[in-house]
């Protein structure tokens, strides 16, 4: 009689016991959370409701008070046509960039995953992601030294091939494209370690049964290598094209938007505005705009790159 109600007493606790576990275990969850939060609200959402704020302020940090303009800031882009060019250049090197990147990055990663020796692949993965360990501002004045008119190493291969030297960073038609070279070889190591893990996860027997079809190596690539891809290509061409639109060191160091702003993106010129004129209210409006238009491309790119299956 005693040990049936001792059962029955365990039986009825077992339910409460687990439902305090579970409630415990949320607590915990909640608490680890609670940092992460206090960061982002702090370091990145403080900021940006700040900068909302100021871009309706006509507002020079070295004055006591700041004179309320309303959407004066936002007008004055308009007719800014430093503003326009910046733009038109960040979308130019956005574009460029990350469509060179990911071919590029894709062709890599696709010759190292089809090394078999596996020591030979690890170093081939490990030398094309160094590049990103360097700082950014370190690799750009590297680069600049190399782009040097008078010493730098290309203009010496060139005179070697027996063509004349150019001006890499002060000619119009070469310093954007002189700064996109730099960036791919700062930049593409990353790409190519998400590729190849993203080729790794295609499962073998695709390939298997394409080869027992007969299908050759660029069929099996343009019919299941690239499809099954997708996810992955997605994911990379997002955070591609949020770090180029927010691409600053190397123009700041490099070219500092010259020649005539042909190399000024965006970012360049909110930093001058607000930090070498003390406009920071106009740059704050400037860096509002060049938010939304950055949430908006990222979005664009979700919705056209979903993909509905699954393996």
Known sequence: ???????????????????????GGRKFVYLSLVPILLLFGIFAFLPIGWSLGLSV??????NASALFVGADNYIRMLGDSVFIKSLWVTFEFVIIAVVVNMIITLMIAVAIQRIRAGWLRSLMRTVFFLPTIAPLAGTAIVWST????????FNILLAKLHMAPIQWLSD???????VIMMTLWADIGYNIVLFIAGLDSIPDMYYEAAILDGANR??????????????SMLFISVTTVVSYFQAF?????????????????LALHIYEQAFSNSNMGYAS????????IILVVTL???KWGRTEWEY
């Open 300 to 302: 664009l790119q979700l």
């Open 249 to 265: 060191a190397q123009f700041q160091i490099m070219t500092k938007g010259e020649p005539f702003n042909e190399t000024r993106v």
């Open 57 to 62: 302020f006509k507002y020079n940090p070295l």
């Open 1 to 23: 009689m005693n040990l049936g109600t001792a059962t029955g007493r365990n039986k009825g606790m077992k339910p409460k016991i687990e439902h305090v576990g579970r409630k």
């Open 285 to 292: 409006a400037m860096a509002t705009v060049f938010l939304m």
């Open 172 to 178: 119009p038609h070469y310093a954007l494209y002189s």
């Open 218 to 231: 660029w069929h099996i690539f343009k019919s299941i290598t690239l499809p099954l891809l997708r996810r």
């Open 146 to 153: 190399m782009f040097n008119f008078n010493h730098g190493l």
